[in-house]
């Protein structure tokens, strides 16, 4: 309800918006699954966003929104969610949560100081400085040249390197630890595609457990699929 030209300047009716954001309402309601396709202009973000953010609220559970993009995640982040704040009126909350390879580990971290590592020494004085600023100890806020992504690899929070509840970091400090915090505590929970199906696969089980999805940018997700459910073999 309520007229949207007066809460957004320059916004415009469009038919299909609206269209697919009651099919996504009552998909959300009756259960079952939904194929959308939108075509450009039809501000689909939004109209999916819109009924997400209602049943979330009102039903208490979560709803993920897997993108292929990180483009389209901080679109979503920083404009589309804010915005479907605006329109409800409905203070909730979302959070982007990443795979275990873009936080920092601080086991690991630690282990490289005791070692005094010379090789990586650069990376890790560098680290130094935005561990002071970083609330979620996600690498992407930094830009890494080429030789510092391969390094960075060997501080990632990857699961085959995770002590779990037996590190003495998991409670408090751990950055894994601290973004399933912010997912079990978020109404929306921006994903991407490989997160998804890593976690589908339980590789990477950063996600509360969750029985509302939406895939957006999903002509994507065979191809990504493809990629992580391959297992590849050559010939040597």
Known sequence: GGNKETIIPGFQYRPEQEKMARKTAECLNQGGYLAVEAGTGTGKSL???????????????????????INLQEQLKNKDIPLAGEIS?????ASVIKGR????CLRKWEHFFKENDCEILPL?????????????GDIDDLILNKKEKGEWQQLAAVSETCLGSKCRFFRGQCFVSRARKLAEQSHVIIVNHSLLLAN???NDSILPDYKYLVIDEAHHLEKVAEEQFAIEINYY
């Open 89 to 93: 009126g409905i203070d909730f909350s």
């Open 101 to 104: 390879s873009h936080y920092l």
């Open 200 to 202: 589908a696969m339980a």
């Open 47 to 69: 109209a999916y966003l819109l009924p997400a953010v209602l049943w979330s609220t009102n039903s208490g559970h979560k709803v993920i929104v897997s993108t292929h993009t």
């Open 124 to 136: 890790l004085m560098r680290l130094v400085i935005w561990l002071k600023e970083t609330e979620t």
